[in-house]
């Protein structure tokens, strides 16, 4: 439902009282906002929680993701710390936070399938869920990522 159509359907519009209907106030959606890391992960923030992965192309970097390391629920990060590793065919990596944050939920799909990493690295292969997110220093945009990708190959 339109915020316009909503607003020129209500009774009160056609009284000349512009009004908003609560149909038009539950459409608006908080969308999140995503960041990338020079390390490779990815964050997605919402208010004060924070999604975390790495990204597409750390996932085709490390080839075939044989085993992921995750933090336990309850554990605190600092921004650029280590928080886990990703073990694959050709080496291990670890995995660092974007962002400060206090682990709510793991992955547990990536536990039992290691290759959702390769298969939905920025989707359904996140890894870790954070709370009480601190606000993001020195991240990218995608397009500042891209530019990354493009000015340093496989940094």
């Not at 490779?40 to 208010?47: K, T």
């Not at 192309?57 to 629920?73: I, K, M, N, T, Y």
């Not at 921004?79 to 974007?98: L, R």
Request: hydrophobic letters at 40%; one cysteine or more.
């Amino acid at each position: 439902v339109s915020v316009l159509y909503c607003i020129t359907t209500t009774p009160m519009f056609r009284r000349g009282i512009p009004s908003v209907s609560f149909a038009a106030i539950a459409s608006f959606r908080s969308y999140a906002t995503r960041y990338f890391t020079d390390t490779h992960e990815w964050v997605e923030i919402d208010g004060t929680n924070a999604t975390v992965g790495i990204t597409d192309h750390a996932q085709e970097a490390l080839g075939d993701v044989v085993f992921v390391g995750l933090p336990s629920v309850n554990d605190a990060f600092e921004a650029k710390a280590a928080f886990g590793e990703v073990e694959s065919v050709k080496a291990t990596n670890d995995i660092y936070s974007p962002v400060s944050g206090t682990v709510v939920d793991t992955n547990a799909k990536i536990k039992d399938d290691p290759s959702l990493v390769n298969k939905s690295a920025e989707t359904d292969g996140w890894l870790i869920k954070l709370s009480n997110v601190k606000a993001p220093e020195g991240l990218m945009s995608r397009e500042a990522y891209d530019k990354f990708l493009s000015e340093h190959g496989d940094h």
